[in-house]
C-alpha cells in the first residue's frame, strides 16, 4: 500500500522518517528517487514499503548506488592503491561478486548482502536487511534438496541459522579501550605477518625488508558517531579485505627485489588477497578444475541459489548463503549438481562435504588457519577433487596462509616466460616437483608474503584486464611529450 510522507524534495533524494539500514526507529534518512512514484508540493508518494513497529520500511528492491544519496552510505579511509575493487573482486579469487552499476560490486560477507565501491581515498559500503525467515521458506520450497538431521533434534535450518550467526560472529569487535577502536582476529594475527617480513630478505643481495604498516581505516558515520553496527560491519570489511596490511610497503619491497614486478605494479595496483570463508572458498575452487572465470562464477551461483538459504532479491536478482556442508553433502544433490552442469565435480563436491563432516567436523577448516601451510596443504590434499592447486589457493584465500603459491600451466608460463626460469624444462607437463620448485623460487624471491605479489601477476596476466596496459602506455607516451 502507498503511503504519504511529508517530505522536502530534493534532486536526488528525499529526506524522509524511516527505518532501515541498521538504522533504528525514526531515523530522518534520504529516500532515494528510485522509491518514489508521484510528488505534489511536499507529500511523497513511496512506491511500495513495510511497516516494522508502525515505522516505515522501503522495499530494499534495487542495487544501491552512490550518486542517489550518499547520506546513506557508510564509508571508511582506504585509498585506491591499497585497493582496486574493479581488480580484486574480479580476478578469480571470489565468484559471488557482480558489477551491478559502474563501479559497484554487489555480494554476500559474513552473511549479509553488501554493495561496495570506492573514490579515490575511501571504501563506500551499503548493507541489505535480509528477508523475514517467514517470507524465505516459500521461495525455494520443493526446489531444494530436502537435508536430514544433522544432530539429535537438530534441523537443517537450525544449522543455518547456527552457521550463520558464527560467521557474523567470526570477526572479533570489541573495543581494545577507550578511543582506541577495534582490533579483529585477523589484525592480531598480521602483525606475526609484518614481523616476518622485518626479517626475512626479500631477494638476492636485499638485506633486510622494512616492515608493513597498519593501514588507518577511521570510520565515517552520516550521523557523526559510528554505532555499534557501524563498527561491526567496519571490521567485517576490514577482515575481508585485510586492511591491516600495507600493500603500499609490500610493493615497495618487492619492486626492489623484482624488476619486472616493478614494471607490472606501475598498472596494476590495489590488488590484495581476500580473506574468505573457507567452507565457500574450498569447494568454489573444487569448481574450477578445468574451467575459466565466467563458468565457474554461473556454476557457483547456481549452487547457491539452489541449496543455499535466501538472503534478498535486488533487481530481480536472488542472493543467497553458501550452503551449509549439511546441505552438500545431503542425499541426492550429486545428481542435482550434473543436472546444473556441474560435471564430474559433482561426485567430488558431495563426497569431500561428506568426507569433513564424518571425520573432521564442522569447523576443522577454520582450525587450518593455526597450522603451517605444510600441514594445511597435506590434509586438504586428502579430499576428493583437491589437487596441489585448489589447496594452494584455499590456503592462500582464506586459511591465512600469505607465502602459499597456487601453481597453474598459466603461472608456469609466466615463470619461464617472464623470468627466464627454467624450472620444468624439458617437462610437458606440471609435475609435483616442477610445481614445489616454482614455488619455492617465488618464496625466495618475494618472501613470506609471496603468494600476494604472484596473485598482480596472475591479475595482470588476465585478458580481460588487457585494456589497462594499453591505457597505461598511452599515459606514458602522454607524459615522455
Keep these: ?49 513495510r511497516v516494522v513497529s508502525q515505522k516505515v520500511l522501503p522495499d530494499m528492491s534495487r542495487h544501491a548506488v552512490l550518486s542517489a544519496g550518499a547520506s546513506l552510505w557508510r564509508s571508511i579511509s582506504c585509498p585506491s592503491a591499497e585497493l582496486r575493487l574493479d581488480l580484486v573482486l574480479n580476478c578469480g579469487q ?8 559502474e563501479g559497484h560490486w554487489t555480494g554476500v560477507i559474513a552473511g549479509r548482502v553488501w554493495t561496495l565501491t570506492q573514490t ?48 557474523a560472529e567470526r570477526v572479533n569487535t570489541e573495543p581494545t579501550g577507550e578511543g582506541e577502536g577495534i582490533t579483529s582476529y585477523t589484525e592480531k594475527k598480521r602483525r606475526r605477518g609484518r614481523e616476518l617480513i ?16 597498519e593501514v588507518k581505516t ?3 558515520s552520516p550521523q557523526g558517531e559510528g554505532s555499534e553496527q557501524d563498527r561491526k560491519e567496519q571490521a567485517i ?8 596490511v600495507s600493500l603500499g610497503e609490500l610493493y615497495e619491497q618487492w619492486s626492489r627485489a623484482d624488476p619486472h614486478f616493478k614494471q607490472v605494479s606501475e598498472t596494476f595496483t590495489g590488488v590484495r588477497i581476500l580473506r574468505q570463508d573457507p567452507r565457500e572458498c574450498l569447494f568454489s575452487f573444487i569448481c574450477t578444475s578445468n ?27 536472488p542472493y543467497h548463503q553458501f550452503p551449509t556442508l549439511q546441505a552438500l553433502a545431503a542425499p541426492g544433490v550429486e545428481p542435482l549438481l550434473r543436472e546444473l552442469g556441474f560435471g564430474y565435480r559433482a561426485r567430488f563436491v558431495t563426497q ?13 577448516l577454520e582450525s587450518l588457519r593455526d597450522v603451517t601451510l605444510e600441514e594445511a596443504r597435506l590434509a586438504l590434499r586428502k579430499l576428493p577433487g583437491v589437487g596441489a592447486k585448489v589447496a594452494d589457493c584455499v590456503c592462500l584465500m582464506s586459511l591465512d596462509k600469505a607465502e602459499s603459491v597456487p601453481v597453474d600451466t598459466h603461472v608456469w608460463q609466466i615463470a619461464r616466460r617472464d623470468y627466464a626460469s627454467q624450472l620444468g624444462a624439458g617437462h610437458k607437463s606440471l609435475t609435483d616437483r616442477v610445481y614445489h620448485d616454482i614455488g619455492d623460487h617465488f618464496r625466495k624471491l618475494w618472501g613470506p608474503y609471496a603468494g600476494w605479489a604472484h596473485s598482480v601477476l596472475f591479475c595482470a596476466d588476465l585478458k580481460k584486464f588487457q585494456n589497462l596496459k594499453a591505457e597505461e602506455q598511452v599515459k606514458k607516451k602522454g607524459r615522455k611529450r
Design 352 to 364: 569431500s562435504a561428506r568426507q569433513i563432516l564424518e571425520q573432521q567436523g564442522p569447523d576443522w
Design 1 to 49: 500500500m502507498a503511503m504519504l510522507f511529508s517530505a522536502m524534495c530534493l534532486q536526488f533524494c528525499n529526506p524522509v522518517t524511516v527505518m532501515g539500514n541498521g538504522r533504528p526507529a525514526g531515523s530522518v534518512v534520504a529516500l532515494p528517487l528510485e522509491h518514489v512514484r508521484e510528488r505534489e508540493g511536499t507529500e511523497i508518494k513511496v512506491v511500495s514499503c
Design 237 to 244: 570489511l576490514r577482515d575481508y579485505f585485510q586492511l591491516s
Design 291 to 317: 574451467n575459466h572465470i565466467s563458468r565457474i562464477s554461473g556454476m557457483v551461483q547456481r549452487l547457491c541459489e539452489r541449496l543455499g538459504e535466501p538472503l534478498c532479491q535486488l533487481d530481480q536478482t
Design 120 to 167: 579515490q581515498d575511501r571504501l563506500w559500503y551499503w548493507t541489505y536487511p535480509s528477508e523475514p525467515r517467514e517470507e524465505r521458506e516459500t521461495e525455494t520450497g520443493a526446489d531444494r534438496v530436502k537435508t536430514e538431521p544433522t544432530g539429535e533434534g537438530e534441523t537443517q535450518g537450525v544449522t543455518n541459522r547456527r552457521e550463520e550467526k558464527r560467521g
Design 198 to 213: 622485518k626479517t626475512e630478505p626479500m631477494g638476492e643481495g636485499e638485506g633486510e625488508g622494512e616492515g608493513a604498516r
Design 94 to 101: 571470489s565468484f559471488r561478486w557482480r558489477e551491478t552499476s
Design 218 to 220: 577511521e570510520e565515517v
